[in-house]
Structures are given as structure tokens and as C-alpha cells.
């Protein structure tokens, strides 16, 4: 379990509000509506799947707060969230990896990284009978590397004295994105494992030694519910819900 901040860059939300304001004003003088009147303002964001679904929570229950305005989140990956803001087409970009100086560099204004939502990236798979497993860091590893390709691999059997392993094909799911929670999770593997350091290394997309990629947490979960023996990295409310 890796512990991580999440982070949204904002793009002028104070101007927004405070032009917000004046359309109003502007409307209410034109046609003689009340001070009272709700104004209507919708704000665009994009990016991590990671706090989906906690900015979905929010979002709703901000419009009980104040019902003029609604929220349009995209959840597309923290690399689309990126690509979003720095292309002004969203009003915030979500992102659990911080956006590196070359990309801020290519802004055309100050953005500024706000931690919003700390979360954990676990394993999740599909085995039958569900049974409780324990992984070292070196084992999911080596999983990952595509050197520990049974289930009832010594390494794993190791760590779970007991257990009656399987001797079917792990199969491993990955994101297919760009992805904070797979930068995340590739940070954690590069400092448990000098050989994944060496060999894959980190960053918000990688070149998978093995295994089928999923978009999005939605699509990793979704692939490990529906393959029997498989194995891939989410974070924890996605295992908890699927």
C-alpha cells in the first residue's frame, strides 16, 4: 500500500468567480430580474481516475451548498488532465504525479499544483475462493517483470505459509493510459526493486514487460473482475466497490 497526494492545477477560478458576478449583475440590470435570481456556471475539469470518485462526492454535494453551479468532470487519466489544462480547454486538470518543469514551462499562465485527496494504490485480483494474500514488495515486482508467472511460485508461497496456491498463469493488468496512480505505483517498484529501477524505471507511463492494459482505474478493475487469475494495481476504492 503506497500513501500519495493527488493534485489539480487551477486555471484563474478566482477571475471566474469574480466574473461570474458581473454577468449577473449585468443580466439582473438588463432584464429586471431579482438580486435573488440564481446565476448558472458550469465549471470543466479533467484527468486522474485515481479521486474520481471523491470529487464526485464533493461535487455533488457542493450544488446542495450552492445550486448555481455544476461541475463537468472528465475521467480521463491524469496525462488527458494535463494535456487539458495546458491546452485551456478545461478550467482545472486533475493529476496524482506533479506536472514536470518542461510541461509548466509550456503553459501559457501560471498553473499551480493544490493537494486535494490522499489515497492508496493496492493489489487487487481474482483468484477463486478468494483467498487472503500477502506480497513482499520484490514479489510484486518480479511479478511485474514477468519473472513470477504462477501463482504458487515459491516467492508468493513464501509469504503465505498455508495457503493452497493455484498453479494457474498470473495474469497481469496494467493501465494503458497516462496515469498518476501508475506513476505512483512504478515509484513504489523502483525503490523496492533496483531491477525495475534499472530495467522500467518510473513515470506516469511505462513500457509493461508483461501483461494487458486497462484504461483508467475503471478499466483495471473491470479486467481483473472479469479475469479469472488475474492480478493489477488500483486504488483502494476501486477494489472495495468491484
Known amino acids: 500500500v503506497k500513501a500519495l497526494t493527488g493534485r ?21 440590470i438588463a432584464f429586471g430580474l431579482s438580486a435573488t435570481a440564481p446565476a448558472q456556471m458550469m465549471i470543466h475539469g479533467a484527468g486522474a481516475t485515481f479521486p474520481y470518485p471523491i470529487y464526485s462526492k464533493w461535487f455533488d454535494e457542493y450544488t446542495k451548498v450552492d445550486p448555481s453551479v455544476r461541475f463537468n468532470y472528465q475521467s480521463i487519466g491524469s496525462g488527458g488532465g494535463q494535456k487539458q489544462i495546458l491546452a485551456q480547454t478545461v478550467d482545472f486538470g486533475a493529476s496524482d504525479g506533479p506536472m514536470t518543469d518542461d510541461n509548466l514551462g509550456k503553459a501559457p499562465g501560471k498553473l499551480l499544483h493544490i493537494p486535494t485527496v490522499a489515497g492508496a494504490v493496492v493489489i487487487s485480483y481474482n483468484l477463486e ?93 473491470g479486467l481483473v473482475q472479469q479475469t479469472p487469475g488475474s492480478l493489477g494495481y488500483v486504488e483502494l476504492i476501486y477494489a472495495l466497490q468491484n
Not at 8 to 28: C, E, N, P, S
Open 8 to 28: 489539480i492545477g487551477v486555471r484563474q477560478l478566482h477571475r471566474m468567480m469574480k466574473l461570474r458576478g458581473r454577468i449577473f449583475l449585468g443580466l439582473a
Open 129 to 221: 475462493g478468494a483467498p487472503a494474500l500477502k506480497f513482499d514488495g520484490e514479489t510484486i515486482a518480479g511479478i511485474f517483470l514477468g519473472q513470477i508467472k504462477k501463482w504458487n511460485d515459491p516467492k508468493i508461497a513464501a509469504t503465505n505459509p498455508g495457503v493452497k496456491l493455484s498453479d494457474k498463469d498470473i495474469v497481469v493488468v496494467h493501465r494503458s493510459d497516462g496515469s498518476g496512480t501508475t506513476y505512483c505505483f512504478v515509484d513504489y517498484l523502483s525503490k523496492v526493486s533496483p531491477e525495475w529501477e534499472k530495467k522500467v524505471g518510473k513515470g506516469t507511463s511505462v513500457n509493461w514487460p508483461v501483461g494487458l492494459g486497462g484504461k483508467g482505474n475503471e478499466g483495471v478493475s
